[in-house]
């Protein structure tokens, strides 16, 4: 088949189009999949949510005329290459003069793979029930930077994953696409959003040998993309319940199959007050077949504690700061197979006057 550059030659002076520069190849469709969903906006009230696939490359055509357009999520998307800090100063700042920038904790860096496993726990056969240790973790909370710091916008920086992506012939051989994203988010719906792809990651050995042989070409996929929203009051944050009744009622949305995703999304779009941390533990403690998995590290290197509900095909997994009851990272892991095919891993979360 001929590709654009040798077209060219073959024409040689009768080209109509000679001397024009050649464009960027298109991106392949499994990444426009994933910086799709990097960049879609999680809706917790309407309890819409993304949910663990499992995506062959031809289901990345509905999602090619998004990327391509420019258009995701009823915004506009802006392209930047790497180092590029144009338009980073419009979009929705703020007003008057912007107070200083607070001190941030670097985020950790974290270790993906290339080959990616299921994190490893204290009690990984034969777990206790969680309740005893859950309800003692929420009686002891402290602060996080979620509860003491101030400004305009509540700032949240994650790292994951929810699809495994198979663009092999045999079907035998994934890859995961992990996205960054940095959010910031006011109380009158405006927002901005950045979002990259990160280098591709593997479920098993298998995986990770193929494409070892066979590596997939650069794909012209934009290196980075900020997302702007004007103001809009049905954007607008909506604070979590403190009220038992009413969290209770909010997690329950969807039946117990989807607590832990709705955890997972609580922690992913809001600073969850240290009231409904304590309250988010206490109604996992008291949930049927949430296990205690112990201490663990997670991918970033840290140590929480971990919690799982398992059932015949996946196992659902938090890990937790045991300091602050923040959620550290979240984890769908396949049975039998164990791949990881969705992971959320929560590196920052803070309020500040400063867009980046």
Same mark, same amino acid.
């Given at each position: 088949?001929f590709?654009?550059?040798?077209?060219?030659?073959?024409l040689?002076?009768?080209?109509?189009?000679?001397?024009?520069?050649?464009p960027?190849?298109?991106?392949?469709?499994?990444?426009?999949?994933?910086? #799709?969903? #990097?960049?879609?906006?999680?809706?917790?009230?309407?309890?819409?949510?993304?949910?663990?696939?499992?995506?062959?490359?031809?289901?990345?055509?509905?999602?090619?005329?998004?990327?391509?357009?420019?258009?995701?999520?009823?915004?506009?998307? *802006? *392209?930047?290459?790497?180092?590029?800090?144009?338009?980073?100063?419009?979009?929705?700042?703020?007003?008057?003069?912007?107070?200083?920038?607070?001190?941030?904790?670097?985020?950790?860096?974290? *270790?993906?793979?290339?080959?990616? @496993?299921?994190?490893?726990?204290?009690?990984d056969?034969?777990?206790?029930?969680?309740?005893?240790?859950? *309800?003692?973790?929420?009686?002891?909370?402290?602060?996080?930077?979620?509860?003491?710091?101030?400004? @305009?916008?509540?700032?949240?920086?994650?790292?994951?994953?929810? #699809?495994?992506?198979?663009d092999?012939?045999?079907?035998?051989?994934?890859?995961?696409v992990?996205?960054?994203?940095?959010?910031?988010?006011?109380?009158?719906?405006?927002?901005?959003?950045?979002?990259?792809?990160?280098?591709?990651?593997?479920?098993?050995?298998?995986?990770?040998?193929?494409?070892?042989?066979h590596?997939?070409?650069?794909?012209?996929?934009?290196?980075?993309?900020?997302?702007?929203?004007?103001?809009?009051?049905?954007?607008?944050?909506?604070?979590?319940?403190?009220?038992?009744a009413?969290?209770?009622?909010?997690?329950?949305?969807?039946?117990?199959?989807?607590?832990?995703?709705?955890?997972?999304d609580?922690?992913?779009?809001?600073?969850?007050?240290?009231?409904?941390?304590a309250?988010?533990? @206490? $109604?996992?403690?008291?949930?049927?077949?949430?296990?205690?998995?112990?201490?663990?590290?997670?991918?970033?290197? @840290?140590?929480?504690?971990? $919690?799982?509900?398992?059932?015949?095909?996946?196992?659902?997994?938090?890990?937790?700061?045991?300091s602050?009851?923040?959620?550290?990272?979240?984890?769908?892991?396949?049975?039998?197979?164990?791949?990881?095919?969705?992971?959320?891993?929560?590196?920052?979360?803070?309020?500040?006057?400063?867009?980046?």
């Amino acid at each position: 088949m001929f590709d654009t550059s040798s077209t060219k030659a073959l024409l040689g002076p009768a080209d109509p189009a000679r001397g024009v520069p050649i464009p960027p190849p298109r991106a392949r469709a499994v990444d426009l999949i994933a910086l #799709a969903e #990097a960049t879609v906006d999680i809706d917790v009230a309407s309890g819409v949510r993304r949910r663990r696939i499992l995506v062959p490359v031809a289901a990345g055509v509905a999602a090619v005329g998004l990327v391509a357009t420019g258009v995701v999520a009823g915004g506009l998307i *802006r *392209r930047h290459p790497p180092g590029d800090t144009a338009g980073q100063a419009t979009g929705p700042m703020p007003t008057g003069t912007a107070a200083p920038t607070p001190t941030r904790t670097a985020a950790p860096t974290p *270790r993906f793979g290339p080959v990616v @496993r299921p994190v490893a726990f204290e009690f990984d056969k034969r777990p206790p029930a969680a309740g005893d240790q859950l *309800r003692a973790l929420a009686a002891q909370l402290t602060p996080s930077r979620c509860d003491t710091t101030t400004g @305009r916008y509540t700032f949240i920086h994650t790292i994951g994953w929810n #699809a495994v992506f198979d663009d092999t012939p045999d079907g035998k051989s994934q890859r995961i696409v992990p996205s960054e994203r940095w959010e910031w988010r006011a109380d009158d719906g405006s927002e901005r959003f950045r979002s990259t792809l990160l280098p591709a990651v593997y479920p098993n050995e298998e995986s990770y040998r193929y494409y070892q042989k066979h590596p997939v070409q650069p794909s012209g996929t934009p290196a980075a993309v900020v997302h702007d929203l004007p103001p809009n009051p049905d954007r607008a944050i909506v604070p979590l319940p403190t009220d038992p009744a009413e969290v209770a009622k909010k997690l329950a949305a969807g039946g117990k199959q989807f607590l832990f995703w709705n955890v997972r999304d609580w922690f992913s779009a809001h600073a969850v007050p240290l009231a409904t941390r304590a309250e988010v533990l @206490r $109604i996992l403690a008291n949930t049927p077949g949430v296990v205690w998995r112990g201490e663990t590290t997670d991918r970033a290197g @840290r140590t929480g504690v971990a $919690i799982s509900l398992d059932d015949k095909a996946a196992q659902h997994v938090l890990i937790f700061d045991p300091s602050t009851g923040e959620m550290l990272a979240w984890d769908d892991v396949e049975r039998p197979v164990d791949t990881v095919a969705g992971s959320t891993l929560l590196l920052g979360c803070e309020h500040t006057d400063q867009l980046g």
